[in-house]
Structures are given as C-alpha cells and as structure tokens.
C-alpha cells in the first residue's frame, strides 16, 4: 500500500491526481482473494497428484494441474497445533510459544498474518478446524471446531451479533458442514469491496477416521496395496524407532478400527446408516477369527479404507468450493491453495501418526493455484516449508513483511523464478515427549538428498542418504565413507540452530531446570 499512497501524493503535487484519487481502492479491489484450504493428517501419499496408488482426489488434483505443486514442503515440527501456530507467525515453535499439542493455549496477542492483512484492507476469516486451545484473534469472522472437534454434529464456536462468544449446534457430516459454513461466507457475509483471506479448515483426516455418510463404503471391493516397509523391524535404526507406540499392529484400538458400538453422539438416523455399514464388516471379521500376520493385514485394510473415505468427503467438498469460485466469476481473482499440517504414515513403517523428521511426517502436501500468474502444471523442487506461508501471503497482499518472521516469500517461486540465494537446507525440530505414542525429542538437517537427526535426548543420532534409501531404513552415521557428508551437515545443523536463535537450553523440558548443551 505504502507504494501506492506514494504515486497518489506524487500526483496531486504535479495537479495529475483529477480523476484518480480513487485509484489506490481500485487497486486494492484488485488484489487477489486468497482461499486457503487445510486438512489435518493429509499425507501427500493419499494425493493422486502426487502419485497416489491407493485413492483418487480428481478435486484436489485439479489445484495442481491449474497450478503448482510442490515436492519439497516441509513442516517445521510435524504436529497439529504447532504447524498451525507456525503458519500464523511466521516463526519456528521456540519463538511463538506453541511447541505442543494440549499443554498452553497459542498466545494470540502476538503478531500474526491475519492481523497485518487486516490492516492493509484484507477482509480474514478462519471456518472450520482452529486446534490452539485459545479464541481465534486477527480475523474479522470465525466459526471454529472446540478442540479436535467431532466428525458428526460438531458444536463450533463463534461470536453473536453483540460480539460474544458462542457455542452453537450444528447437526450433519463435519466436513460438509465445515464447507457449508464457507460457501454461506463467500456469498452473503463477506465485504465484497474488499480481497478476502478465507481459511477453510477440516477437522479430517484425524484419527479416529469416521467417514461420512456418502463414503461409508466407499473401497469396500478393493484390497488397498500395502506400503513395502509395513513389516519394518528397524533394525537400521537408533533405539528411538522401535520404543514408539503407534504401531497399526499393536497400538490401534477397537475405537480406531470402527469395532465397538460407534460414535456416541450420532442421531438415530445417523446410526442406523452407521451400523448397517460396519455391522455386517465386523461381524465378517469376528467370524474369521484371524490371527497373526493376517490379523494385522485386516487392520491395515479396515484403518486405511477408513482414512481413504474421510479424504473422499474432503475432495468432494473441495469441488463445491472450486464450482463456486467457477460460477461466480471468483475463481478469475483467487489464490487456492491445498495443503495439510504435516505428513501422515499411511502403514509406512508399520506406523500410522506423524511426529517424526522421516520423509513421510516431514513432507507437506502443497499445492497453489493463481490464474495468470502461476504456469499450469508447474512442479516446484524447491526446499519450502510452513514457515513461508505467512511471509507468502503478506506479499500477495501488498504488505509488509515483518523482519522477525523467519521464513521468505514464496511468490518468486510461484512465478517460477528461484532467487539465487534460496535455501538449500532446512531444520526441523519436535518437542512432545513425553507424551503421546513416545516420539524422542529429536531435531535436525536435510538438504533433500541427505538427512542428519540428532536424538538428543537419547544422545543418538541417524544419518540417511535419501537417494539410495529413500525408505529410510538404515542409518549411515558413523560409517567412514560418509564422513565428509556428516561433517557437512554437522556444521549447517548449528549454522541454522544459530539462524533461527535457538535456545542452548530445550525450551520444552519439563524437568528441573538445569544447564545442557545439545
């Protein structure tokens, strides 16, 4: 905006400004719309876009193919609320405060994206899955799930006419109604003089997996290929890999794996449709009595079908929008962009949860669509992250970038022009442990081709080479032929620790306060 106040000024001082002194608003009413759409537990796996041998996303697909997608995102602590945190701020988990799931609320009096867009005339709303424990803050509307929120008949939090926050019922599919609430926005309350920022968020595909009506059984005849390393025994591996509880064959309960009685708060129509799905499913299963090998295969068919259809009511409810966007003449002047809050084991290690630096909980799925200015079907390998979105959307707008924000802008990118000095390696680091299925705190480096973790806790670290085992199932930390990559990578591990200022001290420990390096 500052640019443009400057050329208005300039005018009227040569007597040019007769007839424009509106230009500064037409000129932001031209600014791009930005639809922001998030999913939680989305791998990239289960995009066909991205290669996909299990499912088809035609909707989130056609974001790709009218857009770009990118290989290389990667999320800086690959965790729900702690990515969110991340995208808000601009800033890596030590700064913005939120390094955990479920212990303190994200602290929204801090400096967000929302926020700086609102003040250069963005009109913002967030609908759908918030996940930080606090009131959403920066946004001129917002209608969010309490908690994880359910997959039937959420209660959602919103404000009134008087500006009170509310809880209001709402009866149906969350996924529809997530979107239903969105399109309602886009059509009768949003400004229209003004670009919008619409964060359109879904509580799926988070465990505990429960499809939709439509979906119910949807891949009941296909038998869903198995991830080669289901069976990993990690034996190539520090003690971290095998001392996690998030295995598909022991760690699934009958909750996870739709075999109790189903979710408590459906209506009876609702549960009719429920048990007439699973009913005659289940009573197959116990009948045949599997054992073993084969009783884990089950599981993985029964979990994955089940993680399959919670994506198809996600892809459907992304066509509603695209047609939206389509009918109204929007889709001309609107950023889309798909992306998912961090990676997602799919049976991939015998695993299903995110939390760690491996390829299939680093790797964000992230795709963008922006008309006129992105090349259709555009494939981007260049190292991003979480950390650039905020950055992203400030210069789309016209916004300054704040200097403490940590990551960069990926519009050059998105015009298909990488700057010189792009990033060539990136950090990452998870803080939960103790704490749900006993991921080790472990922080490290990847250039891409090759990966250093440092268990620091365990005093265990793991090096990868990704080109030769890109399954990452054997360590080469130590081994005297790689010597000169683990030295490499060494060196830019504290060169960005000393970056991004991180603390010698871990700003997540819970035990008595003590001096340690890392």
Not at 49 to 75: L, W
Not at 247 to 271: F, I, W
Not at 465 to 477: G, K, M, R, V
Request: contains cysteine; glycine residues 8%.
């Amino acid at each position: 905006m500052k640019h443009m106040i400057k050329k208005t000024v300039a005018l009227v001082a040569l007597g040019l400004v007769c007839g424009l002194v509106a230009a500064p608003e037409a000129e932001a009413a031209k600014r791009p719309n930005v639809l922001f759409i998030f999913t939680d537990d989305h791998s990239a796996r289960a995009i066909s876009a991205y290669g996909s041998r299990i499912n088809r996303t035609p909707h989130m697909d056609r974001i790709a193919q009218e857009g770009m997608r990118f290989r290389k995102c990667y999320v800086t602590n690959s965790i729900c609320g702690p990515s969110r945190a991340v995208i808000l701020t601009g800033k890596y988990s030590h700064l913005n405060g939120f390094l955990m799931n479920g212990r303190t609320p994200f602290d929204g009096s801090q400096q967000t994206f929302p926020k700086l867009l609102r003040k250069v005339g963005y009109e913002t709303a967030m609908i759908g899955k918030w996940h930080l424990k606090s009131v959403p803050t920066g946004f001129d509307y917002f209608d969010v799930l309490i908690g994880q929120g359910p997959y039937y008949n959420p209660p959602m939090r919103t404000t009134n006419d008087a500006g009170e926050v509310v809880v209001e019922k709402n009866t149906g599919y969350t996924t529809d109604i997530v979107t239903d609430k969105a399109l309602a926005w886009l059509k009768n309350d949003r400004a229209t003089d003004k670009p919008f920022m619409l964060m359109l968020q879904h509580k799926a595909p988070h465990r505990n997996w429960q499809p939709g009506p439509a979906h119910l059984n949807t891949f009941d005849d296909v038998e869903i290929p198995e991830p080669e390393t289901l069976w990993d025994d990690y034996s190539g591996r520090t003690s971290a890999a095998s001392s996690q509880a998030m295995t598909v064959a022991r760690h699934l309960s009958e909750n996870d794996l739709k075999l109790n009685a189903g979710p408590n708060n459906l209506t009876p129509e609702q549960k009719k449709t429920w048990d007439t799905a699973y009913g005659p499913k289940n009573e197959a299963f116990r009948k045949a009595n599997l054992q073993g090998k084969a009783k884990v295969k089950w599981m993985y068919q029964r979990y994955i079908k089940d993680y399959l259809r919670c994506v198809q009511s996600v892809d459907d409810n992304i066509g509603r929008v695209l047609k939206y966007l389509d009918d109204t003449g929007l889709a001309e002047n609107t950023i889309v962009i798909y992306s998912s809050d961090q990676g997602w084991y799919l049976g991939e290690h015998g695993w299903y949860d995110k939390r760690w630096m491996y390829e299939e909980s680093l790797v964000m799925p992230f795709m963008v669509r922006w008309p006129g200015v992105i090349e259709a079907g555009s494939i981007n390998n260049d190292i991003v992250s979480n950390l650039d979105f905020a950055e992203t959307f400030l210069e789309i707008a016209g916004a300054d970038i704040p200097s403490d924000m940590q990551g960069r802008s990926l519009v050059p990118l998105l015009k298909g022009e990488t700057p010189a000095n792009w990033r060539k390696a990136f950090y990452y680091h998870y803080y939960e442990f103790p704490g749900a299925h006993s991921v080790a705190r472990h922080y490290g480096v990847t250039d891409g081709n090759y990966k250093l973790i440092n268990f620091y806790e365990n005093k265990q670290w793991e090096l990868f080479d990704l080109t030769a085992d890109p399954n990452e199932l054997q360590s080469l930390h130590g081994r005297a032929e790689y010597v000169g990559v683990q030295t490499r990578l060494e060196n830019e591990l504290q060169r960005l620790r000393g970056q991004y200022r991180l603390p010698a001290e871990d700003p997540a420990s819970t035990r008595p306060r003590q001096r340690r390096r890392q």
